[in-house]
């Protein structure tokens, strides 16, 4: 390789490693909001399980709660939950082989994709319920929140039956585990039930509608916000390695262009002490 071609290549690779060390810069302090919103979304979740603990008995002789509390339904509704953009490692292979595998075992289901990542990974596929006249493409706790309203009629008239949600749970910086999970049927979990009272202020039946429309949205809210950091995780990860092994090229350039260069000088003075000799 010329010594020109190699100047290039160096020219190249920094400029490709400033972009890769901004892209890692950006992820992390992204990063960094996302982890303190998914803390407090999981205490948030925590309470709305302790509240539903608490409904236990009361909640099977509502008759506007029960929709939530069975699986009867034409067709189930799968909610998947995909990267926004590239550039982040496996996880978005790993999301789509996990959605893969859901989708072989369900019949004809109904699909409704955030991330255009996996919306482009499932195009051939059918995409967003025409039933949920909803803005997907900026996704926020409103966003959501009107989602569960949109559910809820098709739950009460039975056209929805489960609730399935695909996603990425967020372990820690280096580790993203995928999963699949039913959200409705609602069970709910809490390791903080102390009592069996129940005091209703309204009525049970007027509370538990706007409970489980709040719930199914904090939950939606939540997979969304755990998605999106694992993602991010991902990508600082990425640039980071792709930061290191840029330092590690130059490196190996810089050597082989000093080589190059040194051996292009002896070349040239042996030339000249030749000449010098040959004109004696």
Not at 49 to 62: F, M, Y
Not at 124 to 136: E, R, V
Not at 146 to 169: D, F, M, T, V, Y
């Amino acid at each position: 390789m010329s010594l020109k071609e190699l100047r290039r290549r160096i020219s190249s690779v920094k400029s490709t490693q400033k972009i890769t060390a901004a892209m890692k810069m950006v992820a992390s302090a992204k990063l960094r909001r996302l982890q303190e919103r998914v803390h407090f979304g999981h205490d948030y979740i925590e309470r709305l399980n302790l509240i539903g603990s608490h409904l236990g008995k009361v909640s099977q002789d509502i008759e506007t709660a029960s929709p939530w509390l069975n699986a009867e339904g034409d067709q189930d509704l799968i909610i998947i939950f995909g990267a926004e953009k590239g550039l982040c490692g496996s996880f978005h292979s790993n999301l789509v082989r996990k959605i893969n595998q859901v989708l072989e075992e369900h019949s004809n289901p109904e699909l409704l994709i955030f991330g255009p990542k996996a919306a482009d990974a499932l195009k051939d596929k059918q995409t967003q319920n025409s039933s949920f006249n909803i803005d997907f493409t900026k996704p926020s706790a409103q966003t959501f929140l009107n989602l569960a309203k949109a559910i809820e009629p098709l739950k009460k008239s039975k056209k929805i039956g489960r609730i399935h949600l695909i996603g990425s749970i967020f372990k820690n910086i280096l580790t993203q585990q995928t999963y699949s999970k039913i959200l409705c049927p609602f069970v709910f979990e809490s390791t903080q039930i102390n009592s069996d009272t129940n005091i209703f202020e309204p009525s049970a039946d007027v509370f538990l509608p706007h409970f489980f429309t709040q719930y199914l949205s904090a939950n939606l809210h939540q997979a969304w916000l755990e998605t999106l950091t694992g993602e991010m995780a991902s990508r600082m990860t990425a640039m980071d390695n792709a930061t290191r092994n840029a330092k590690d090229m130059l490196s190996d350039l810089s050597l082989e262009y000093n080589r190059t260069r040194q051996a292009q000088i002896t070349t040239e003075l042996t030339e000249i002490i030749a000449g010098s000799e040959g004109a004696q």
